[in-house]
């Protein structure tokens, strides 16, 4: 979809300033790269970094680095997902973990906007868990959990595995809340779920710039960084022109379609939740795997309504299909890739590659491939 030379051209905005990340350089340095990305898709005039003394055209695009809370979004002049790459939501928790699961029974503490009802309705489609904001609360849920083997604790607002950890009895449950600290904990809460081993975890995603629309499902594959701890290593996708309904119509393996039938439904669930919702990116973890005593579960692990691991390869196939209105289906890879010795393919769209003062040397790429003939994927 060219912009005609009559039609005014968008500016592409790149805001800084979310909370979810430690914004390492190679962070900042991927998003700028994305953005100039999607600012070629969008035929934009210019991409910007944002200044708050500066007005910007209506045309303008914001690509910000994480889920925008809604006075934020006013205060930018967001009204629709046209308007951004991501997304907004109507409470800070929103756009967190914590929104993943219920609260445990008899909680103290519940945040601004809390739907009990949400917990109940996603309970069959993400693993056993809680969320709390209390440590008394947190001690519920985790004697509740315990009973089953290992609890898996997450911080809220962790990337890539980041603020984790695996608790086996009260004392490293106390352990974690003591680095936490309580304020924090009444803040921003916790996240306890069951964990699990043998652990496969599926990307369903839909993206929507403007007039461009695609939705995937993938597998995410982890790597070695220059610390020696396995991390996001990046995503293969299969990925079709149109939305989750052209997804489901295609062909795929069972695990794949369950996984994308879990997260539509979770996704339908918090629209349904949050009226004021608004994302045009949206991304979802679906784990498969067996706790402890060996009994499978699959679920939801988080969602993302950002800019992500996987938008390389949201982005690329985008512009592959607008160069090829018959293009109906694509293979669509990010990687990340640490240290030195790293080959790049030809074919390949770098991202990132450089040394980073916290992480060393890393390289980011996507590739975009011609994908296998598939019923119904175009919508």
């Not at 990305?37 to 055209?57: K, T």
């Not at 929104?99 to 309970?123: I, N, T, Y």
């Not at 809460?189 to 599926?202: A, H, K, Q, S, Y």
Request: aromatic share 6%; glycine share 12%; proline share 5%.
């Amino acid at each position: 979809m060219h912009t005609s030379s009559t039609e005014p051209r968008a500016i592409v905005v790149v805001c800084h300033g979310g909370t979810r990340s430690a914004r390492s350089q190679h962070e900042v340095d991927t998003q700028r790269a994305l953005a100039g990305q999607l600012a070629l898709l969008l035929h934009a005039s210019d991409c910007v970094e944002f200044d708050s003394e500066r007005s910007y055209p209506p045309q303008r695009y914001f690509v910000p680095d994480d889920t925008l809370p809604l006075e934020t979004a006013r205060r930018l002049g967001i009204a629709s997902d046209d308007d951004l790459f991501g997304g907004v939501v109507p409470y800070p928790f929103v756009g967190t973990k914590v929104v993943v699961h219920g609260l445990p029974p008899g909680a103290q503490v519940k945040p601004e906007g809390w739907q009990d009802s949400l917990g109940e309705r996603v309970s069959e489609l993400v693993l056993p868990g809680f969320s709390a904001f209390t440590r008394d609360d947190a001690h519920t849920a985790a004697a509740l959990l315990l009973r089953n083997g290992p609890v898996r604790l997450k911080r809220p607002s962790g990337i890539g595995g980041a603020g984790q950890a695996v608790i086996a009895d009260r004392r490293e449950l106390d352990t974690q809340l003591n680095g936490i600290g309580d304020a924090t904990l009444m803040t921003e809460g916790i996240v306890l779920e069951r964990n699990l081993r043998e652990i496969t975890t599926f990307s369903v995603g839909e993206v929507r710039v403007r007039g461009h629309h695609a939705s995937y499902y993938g597998v995410q594959r982890l790597t070695q960084n220059n610390h020696g701890h396995a991390v996001y290593g990046g995503s293969g996708l299969v990925v079709v022109r149109g939305t989750l309904d052209a997804l489901q119509r295609t062909d795929m393996p069972g695990e794949a379609r369950a996984a994308v039938q879990c997260a539509r439904e979770f996704d339908d669930a918090i629209r349904s939740a949050f009226p004021g919702f608004i994302a045009s990116r949206r991304n979802y973890d679906v784990a498969s795997g067996v706790d402890e005593n060996g009994h499978a579960y699959r679920g939801v692990l988080e969602q993302s309504w950002r800019i992500g691991g996987a938008s390389g390869a949201e982005i690329g196939a985008l512009r592959a299909f607008e160069n090829d209105p018959a293009l109906t289906v694509v293979r669509a890879s990010t990687v990340e890739l640490y240290g030195e010795d790293v080959d790049v393919p030809a074919n390949a769209g770098i991202i990132y590659q450089g040394v980073d003062a916290h992480s060393g040397r890393v390289t980011k790429f996507f590739t975009v491939e011609p994908g296998p003939r598939t019923r119904g994927a175009r919508e």
